[in-house]
């Protein structure tokens, strides 16, 4: 799980810059063979093509992934140095997540592993220490925090109209409406008369839902799933859910273009069956990806240390001279 400051080591014996060949590629992406960059569309995209005539995508915006069985979510943004036109030779490294690995320490220019955040710490004797708790300061603190993303979902009815829905990238604080809707009814008649009369001014609030954030910080991605037919979708549900696929069909196009294989990976564009984690979906199911920012805090210390590996070092000197100096 990576800190919101990650560092390399002072010492080495090189184990740090052999880990870029160790790392899966949720971190790091080493090419699969010779090759050349096709194209680079900073923040966005990476495509590169391989001597056997493939390509491949990579994807350079932030990316949310599943934190294995912590019940929560991460982002990941790899950064490259590539540039259109580059060529590339097997095992070079293509992409890399700059919050696991730089170069910024050392003779060479190599990638190498950044382990944690390097702090000062003293050993003292205070009325300040409680079994295993310590004192920190805010600044390590925030460095020791992480970006964490949670995730909300709502299911909606194919004719629910909806009002509002944020935008990934808006910005939100606790409480703040991630969408507004109104549920149908299974007389349309009934929906027509509602949907009518909420529009006025006066009755604006009438049968509106509103599905609230229980965290600040940045919509990082909204993800949207269905199981019906787009002409079976209300108006403003169908402008939504078009609006979402287009950008799946425009990056189904570029892998199409090329010559990408597993096009079958990215989201569904399409009707899907209602099982799994739609198996209660009449309709659309949307899910919303907060991300926040969780500092090391009061009660978390000796957890958050084991979450975020860290590297520390004692200034010996310091330490006595704070033990011993009297006044």
């Known amino acids: 799980m990576p800190t919101n400051k990650s560092m390399p080591l002072l010492v080495t014996n090189g184990a740090d810059e052999a880990m870029t060949y160790m790392s899966s590629e949720n971190y790091i992406i080493r090419a699969e063979m010779d090759g050349t960059v096709e194209e680079v569309v900073p923040d966005d995209h990476m495509i590169i093509k391989y001597s056997d005539g493939t390509g491949r995508f990579i994807s350079l915006k932030d990316e949310v992934r599943k934190n294995s069985d912590g019940g929560f979510y991460l982002t990941i943004k790899f950064t490259t140095t590539h540039k259109s036109g580059d060529k590339f030779k097997k095992d070079n490294v293509i992409a890399w997540d700059n919050k696991s690995f730089s170069n910024k320490n050392g003779e060479t220019n190599n990638l190498a592993y950044d382990v944690g955040v390097l702090a000062y710490t ?56 991630l969408i507004i809707f109104q549920n149908n009814f299974d007389e349309e008649d009934a929906n027509i008369l509602l949907k009518n009369i909420t529009d006025e001014d006066f ?95 009061i009660g978390e210390t000796s957890h ?6 860290c590297v520390f070092r004692v200034n010996c000197w310091q330490s006595l001279r704070a033990l011993y100096t009297t006044t």
């Open 122 to 177: 003293a050993i003292m004797a205070t009325d300040e220490g409680f079994e295993d708790s310590t004192s920190i300061s805010q600044w390590l603190s925030e460095a020791l925090g992480s970006e964490v993303v949670a995730q909300s979902d709502v299911e909606l009815g194919a004719t629910t109209n909806v009002y509002n829905l944020v935008k990934v990238g808006d910005a939100i604080q606790e409480g703040d409406p």
């Open 203 to 297: 009755v604006s609030d009438l049968g509106r839902i509103r599905i609230k954030a229980k965290y600040t910080g940045i919509i990082e991605d909204i993800k949207i799933y269905r199981t019906c037919e787009l002409e079976e979708l209300s108006p403003s549900l169908r402008k939504i859910v078009d609006a979402y696929e287009k950008k799946i069909k425009s990056k189904k196009a570029t892998y199409k273009k090329y010559n990408i294989p597993h096009a079958n990976t990215i989201d569904p564009d399409y009707a899907m069956a209602p099982t799994g984690k739609l198996k209660n979906t009449d309709g659309v199911r949307i899910e919303f990806y907060i991300k926040y920012f969780d500092n090391m805090g």
């Open 304 to 309: 958050s240390i084991w979450r975020n590996p």
